[in-house]
């Protein structure tokens, strides 16, 4: 028994690290499709873009290993380090460099959503919600989705774009997540009950529109700018279905409730913050290369 948090930490460091590097080769797969291209159908014949969908599921499977061995406490801390593992291997494979800043950035927005994690871990509430409830929630973050896809569309800043598809498709997949666990109930009841629920087909149709809108994140950014987006807006849209659809509450009490409310504020911040700081660094990296063409001509 007193192996099995070690295990529990060994597991969690191996899923952070298969979630980073999965996410490293989705993005390099969605950089090489050009605009204008069906992402989707280029990225199927990718083998470099399976391969991050297998560490996924590798990610995931010694996620649900750590979990049944350790604690939440223990395991999910760790589990997030997946972004500042992430940001070296992007960095080292797009040639571009992580500043001291953008190291401190990225620290301080993992720490803020383990924080967000751990103190956050909200009752179980009604997952058979009737439908009326959901309207307003799903409506609003329906709303905020469509708002940043058309601007993600319309403006033409790359790391802009990436925050924004990053965010639409955390939303999307924080809905599948707040769908799951119903669907997973009625698949014990069969096939019937699963079939004539709107739950599942809402699930579905959540997760392909989030894995389209994060590949598209990826394709058109860099991965500091998608990524730390996709990653705080994933538990911020299952958490704000469970506590305004689900009727789940969180257990940390006034003191914790403030600690949760800054994580978020932190959260947010960090990951604009990333995102600008990739802006930059594009900027700064553009104006180079134009000065040096200049005092170095064909």
């Known amino acids: 028994?007193?192996?099995?948090?070690?295990?529990?930490?060994?597991?969690?460091?191996?899923?952070?690290?298969?979630?980073?590097?999965?996410?490293?080769?989705?993005?390099?797969?969605?950089?090489?499709?050009?605009?204008?291209?069906?992402l989707l159908a280029r990225l199927i014949r990718n083998p470099r873009w399976w391969a991050g969908i297998v560490g996924d599921a590798g990610g995931f499977?010694?996620?649900?290993?750590?979990?049944?061995?350790?604690?939440?406490?223990?395991?999910?801390?760790i589990l997030v380090t997946s972004l500042v593992f992430a940001l070296p291997l992007a960095a080292h494979y797009s040639g571009r460099r992580v500043t001291p800043m953008m190291w401190a950035q990225a620290a301080a927005l993992s720490a803020a959503l383990a924080v967000f994690l751990v103190i956050g871990d909200p009752t179980e509430g009604n997952t058979d919600a009737?439908?009326?409830?959901?309207?307003?929630?799903?409506?609003?973050?329906?709303g905020m989705i469509v708002v940043g896809v058309v601007i993600a569309i319309t403006v033409r800043i790359p790391a802009l774009q990436a925050l924004l598809l990053g965010t639409a498709a955390g939303l999307l997949f924080g809905i599948s997540a707040a769908l799951t666990e119903h669907v997973t109930e009625l698949f014990g009841?069969?096939?019937?009950?699963?079939?004539?629920?709107?739950?599942?087909?809402?699930?579905?149709?959540?997760?392909?529109?989030?894995?389209?809108?994060?590949?598209?994140?990826?394709?058109?950014?860099?991965?500091?700018?998608s990524l730390p987006a996709f990653t705080v807006a994933e538990p911020l849209g299952a958490a704000f279905i469970g506590l305004t659809v689900l009727n789940e509450r969180l257990r940390?009490?006034?003191?914790?409730?403030?600690?949760?409310?800054?994580?978020?504020?932190?959260?947010?911040?960090?990951?604009?913050?990333?995102?600008?700081?990739?802006?930059?660094?594009t900027v700064s990296e553009t104006v180079a290369g134009q000065r040096s063409a200049r005092h170095h001509p064909a």
């Open 61 to 77: 499977g010694f996620q649900v290993a750590a979990l049944a061995m350790g604690s939440v406490l223990v395991v999910q801390p």
């Open 130 to 142: 009737p439908w009326h409830r959901w309207i307003g929630p799903l409506g609003l973050l329906g």
């Open 1 to 38: 028994m007193a192996q099995l948090p070690l295990a529990a930490v060994g597991c969690a460091f191996i899923g952070a690290v298969m979630f980073a590097v999965s996410a490293v080769a989705q993005q390099r797969a969605a950089a090489d499709v050009p605009e204008g291209d069906a």
């Open 252 to 281: 940390s009490g006034p003191v914790g409730t403030a600690f949760v409310l800054a994580s978020v504020i932190v959260m947010c911040v960090g990951a604009v913050l990333l995102s600008r700081a990739q802006a930059a660094e």
């Open 189 to 225: 009841r069969g096939l019937g009950p699963v079939l004539t629920s709107w739950q599942p087909y809402t699930l579905v149709a959540a997760g392909i529109a989030g894995l389209y809108l994060q590949q598209r994140g990826y394709q058109v950014g860099p991965l500091s700018a």
